[in-house]
Each structure stands twice: as structure tokens, then as C-alpha cells.
RNA sequence: GUGGGUGUAGCUCAGGUGGUAGAGCACUGGGUUGUGGCCCCAGUUGUCGAGGGUUCAAAUCCCUUCACUCACCCCA
């Protein structure tokens, strides 16, 4: 039989892996200048890590999860996202008392059982970003800040950035029952799930997607409205910063997010261009989630960023790979053949990138290849070159051929490519 | 878990009312002996997703099944 990848997984083929490359090293590069330190974590942790860190009623506990028990009966689970497991670094470790500002970055998959659909993977990857140790707002502005301009360095443009307040304990519970008490209120407009959520999870109602049920939502109470005076203060310094730091976003009160740990600041980075998915990035503040996890009571703001969702969003033209050899060696006979054989291998040696075709094709048909390769330089050799001691060097843009004495071409051709490179 | 759509050469796809398969791209060779991208000519490639049924005959009709895909749900 053949094989082939399992539902919801995906090859990431070479003609992709460049656009994957540009977008991490982007990335790096600009948690290098916030200062944030890249931390790799297991792919497999113990499942209670994630259903109390998440939350248990959430969907990606509930029914998500890749879990299996091992040969003592420990029941471990492939991550589903990465905030829980860099919250167990960081109190494990106890990063905290190093410094105590931490900013964090991790790149790497993920794992949900959802069903696949555009956008949407059983593997995906993420970019996440956690500052920890600051509760204040110009926090919460530095890791908006930071998730806004990856964006823009990666050339988007029609992304728009999302910002709402769930409050916290204090405030939430409140808002949470004038919520439902107005749901309860309209039932006969809801949607079954809808009618359901009312009861179990109002917030959710918000995410509904269904035009009865909007038009319900829409004159919904807002939480902003029933935010304590600590939340309000924050929310509006941070709106502040934003506006200051001429970061473009838009108020969206029903902007409810999936995971239990959130408080206060929840943001998402949306696009309309990849159907029903429209989240690119999406993260919030949780300061109650460290010390949920068993560590001191810090708080805690953080980022994900669907790498695949952004790949997506790329061009045509931007995705294609565009490498081209440095140089192509076209060799005729037995003799030249060799030759040329162990001068590609010293040239690969000194970095440069070089072809040959190792059967004994017609030079014909050597140049043809070179062709579709993209070839920038072919140095020709036949025996008769060998014998002279002199090669042709040919240019395949300018279609300009010069003679090159044979002797210590490696280096020349080292000295000549790599100064083209510059 | 529930719906809709699609499954034919490596890729993109044609194949009204049934008669065992084609095009473009790609690939290989050639257009005289050692020179690419254009053009011209020739050639290679398929268990027509799988299994079963109807029929003299099925890629084409019926049933089953699988895969992919989009949407619900949820999220990155």
C-alpha cells in the first residue's frame, strides 16, 4: 500500500519551507529588540498541565486533545498550545528569579483534533510570546505592539487588530450575570447552541456566527461598561499607548476568547481573507494562570501566531522559491568529467552553490539544464580545454563567453562568485 | 460529531444521452558533429480513489466505502 500523511497533518513541501524560513527569521529578529529569549518546551506534558491550565469546559480540553496513556498509566497529552507548558518552565525553573521580568518566545507545532478545514490544521504551528512579572499596561502595549509589527514586516496591510477587556474576578462574575439574564430574556431569537451557552458559558454567545443570534448580540450589554475602576484605568492607559504609538485598532466588546486563563486584555489580529478562520494572531493578558499552575502569584500577557494562517496570507510570488545555483559545470569526455568533479566539490566547500550533470550528457543538453536551473555562470571544459589549459566562462544573462585559464580555477572562480554575491 | 462539494497522467483539467481515455504544462530526445531560455517535430507516463452491482459493454448508471475539501463548531 501506499502511505500518506494522516488527516489534519501536512508535509510542508520545499518550495514552501523558504516562506516559512523569511517568517521565523522575521520574527526572531524582532524579539531580538524586545528583548525576548526563545525557549523550546516538550511536545508531550501531563495532561492535567493542560486541562487546569486552559481550563477543563473549554472545547480544546473537552474533546481536543491528542491524549494517551503511558506504560505506568500516566496520562500525557501532545501540546494543544504553548502558554501552559512555558508557565511550567518558568515556575519549574523558576525563571522568576533570575530576573524578574521574563519575555519569552517558542516556536513549534501544535496539536488539536478538530476537524480540518482552511486555515485549520490537527498540526499547525505557532509563535507564541509570554511576558512575564509586569501586570501594567505598557505591558500589554509592548506585546500588542510587538504582534502588530511582525505583521507589518511581513508586508501585511489588511489585517485589523482587535482589542477588548473581559475584566477580572471581581468585575467578570457580574457582567457574566447581566449577560445571562438578558440571553435568558430572548431565548426564542437564540439559536439552540445559543439558548445552551445562555445557561452554561454566556460569553460564547458572542462567537456565535448565526444572523438571528447576532442581532441579539448586538444589543447585548457590553462588558466594557461593567468593568471595575482598576480594569477601566488599565484598558484606557493601554488604549492610550496604542494611540500614542499610532497602532490602529478597533473596539470589539464581543471578542470572547476560548481559553479560561484570560483576563482583562484579550486581543486578535484578524483577517477576512482566510474564510472562516480570521484569526492570525490572538492573546490576551492571564495573570492568574502562574499561580493557578502552582508558582507565585505573577502576572502574565502573551501572543500566538498561526504560522500556517500567515503562510496563507502570503503571495504567490512571495512563497515561490527563487534559489539559483551559483554556478554550473558543463564537462565533455571522461577526463574533464573528473576534473570538474572534484572542483565542485571544492567550490560547494567555500559555500557556493554548484551543479554538474554527473552522467555524460551532450553539452547541448548540459546547457539546457543549466537553463532551468537559473544558472548565473557555466564554465565550460571538454577535453580539448584540458588539454589547452584554458575553459570558457559564460554568462547565462549576458550571453558573454570569456576565456579562463584552467589553472587555479577553484580559486578564481571562489575569489569571482563570491564577490558577485556581494 | 453533522452537512455540502470534489476525486481521470507528476501538475491544472476535458471527457452531453454507457462502447475499456485525451489536452495544456512538466519531463525525455531531435531540428547534423561542443552552447540554454522562444519556436517546430517526436516520445514516455494512467489498476479513470477503492470494492461490488446492472449490462454484450461503465471513467460514464446504481449501491457501499475511503480520501480530499469547504462549512457548522472552535480557534492560531
Given at each position: 500500500m501506499e502511505f500518506s500523511t494522516i488527516k489534519?497533518?501536512?508535509?510542508?513541501?520545499?518550495q514552501e519551507v523558504g516562506s516559512w524560513q523569511r517568517f521565523e527569521s522575521k520574527a526572531r529578529r524582532l524579539f531580538d529588540a524586545f528583548g525576548f529569549f526563545e525557549i523550546k518546551t516538550p511536545l508531550l506534558e501531563r495532561t492535567e498541565l493542560f486541562s487546569r491550565g486552559i481550563g477543563q469546559d473549554t472545547d480544546i480540553v473537552s474533546k481536543e486533545m491528542y491524549s494517551l496513556t503511558d506504560s505506568k498509566g500516566r496520562e500525557m497529552t501532545l501540546r494543544p498550545e504553548a502558554t501552559a507548558s512555558v508557565v511550567r518552565a518558568y515556575i519549574q525553573h523558576r525563571l522568576y528569579k533570575k530576573s524578574?521580568?521574563?519575555?519569552?518566545?517558542?516556536?513549534?507545532?501544535?496539536?488539536?483534533?478538530?476537524?480540518?478545514?482552511?486555515?485549520r490544521f490537527r498540526q499547525f504551528h505557532q509563535i507564541n510570546a509570554e511576558l512575564f512579572g509586569d501586570a501594567g499596561p505598557k505591558s500589554d502595549a509592548d506585546i500588542i505592539i510587538m504582534a502588530v509589527h511582525?505583521?507589518?514586516?511581513?508586508?501585511?496591510?489588511?489585517?485589523?487588530?482587535?482589542l477588548?477587556?473581559?475584566?477580572?474576578?471581581?468585575?467578570?462574575?457580574?457582567?457574566?450575570?447581566?449577560?445571562?439574564?438578558?440571553l435568558l430574556g430572548k431565548t426564542g431569537a437564540l439559536c439552540t447552541d445559543c439558548v445552551r451557552r445562555a445557561e452554561t458559558n454566556p460569553l460564547r454567545v458572542f462567537d456565535c456566527k448565526v444572523e438571528g443570534c447576532n442581532e441579539v448580540v448586538d444589543k447585548a450589554p457590553s462588558i466594557l461598561e461593567f468593568?471595575?475602576?482598576e480594569c477601566r484605568d488599565h484598558f484606557e492607559a493601554l488604549k492610550s499607548y496604542l494611540d500614542a504609538s499610532?497602532?490602529?485598532?478597533?473596539?470589539?466588546?464581543?471578542?470572547?476568547?476560548?481559553?479560561?486563563?484570560?483576563?482583562?486584555?484579550?486581543?486578535?489580529?484578524?483577517?477576512?481573507?482566510?474564510?472562516?478562520?480570521?484569526?492570525?494572531?490572538?492573546?490576551?493578558?492571564?495573570?492568574?494562570?502562574?499561580k493557578l499552575l502552582g508558582g507565585p502569584d505573577h502576572p502574565a500577557i502573551g501572543f500566538a501566531v498561526g504560522v500556517e494562517r500567515v503562510i496563507a496570507l502570503l503571495g504567490e510570488e512571495e512563497t515561490l522559491e527563487s534559489r539559483k545555483p551559483d554556478l554550473f559545470i558543463a564537462a565533455l569526455g571522461e577526463a574533464a568529467g573528473k576534473e570538474s568533479f572534484v572542483w565542485v566539490s571544492d567550490l560547494r566547500k567555500s559555500g557556493l552553490w554548484v551543479e554538474m550533470d554527473y552522467g555524460s550528457k551532450g553539452l547541448k543538453a548540459q546547457m539546457k539544464k543549466a537553463g532551468s536551473l537559473g544558472t548565473k555562470k557555466v564554465l565550460i571544459v571538454g577535453d580539448d580545454e584540458l588539454a589547452s589549459g584554458m575553459g570558457v566562462l559564460r554568462d547565462m544573462e549576458t550571453k558573454v563567453q570569456e576565456e579562463v585559464s584552467l589553472e587555479n580555477i577553484v580559486n578564481k572562480l571562489k575569489e569571482a562568485l563570491h564577490i558577485n554575491e556581494r
Open positions: 489534519g497533518f501536512k508535509d510542508i513541501l520545499p524578574p521580568i521574563q519575555k519569552l518566545f517558542s516556536i513549534g507545532p501544535m496539536f488539536r483534533h478538530e476537524r480540518p478545514q482552511k486555515g511582525l505583521f507589518e514586516s511581513m508586508g501585511f496591510s489588511d489585517l485589523s487588530l482587535n477588548n477587556s473581559l475584566g477580572c474576578d471581581m468585575c467578570r462574575p457580574r457582567f457574566r450575570q447581566e449577560l445571562k439574564d438578558f468593568l471595575c475602576d499610532n497602532i490602529p485598532f478597533v473596539m470589539n466588546h464581543q471578542l470572547v476568547r476560548g481559553l479560561d486563563y484570560y483576563n482583562r486584555t484579550t486581543f486578535e489580529i484578524q483577517t477576512d481573507r482566510l474564510g472562516a478562520q480570521n484569526a492570525v494572531a490572538g492573546g490576551g493578558r492571564y495573570d492568574g494562570l502562574v
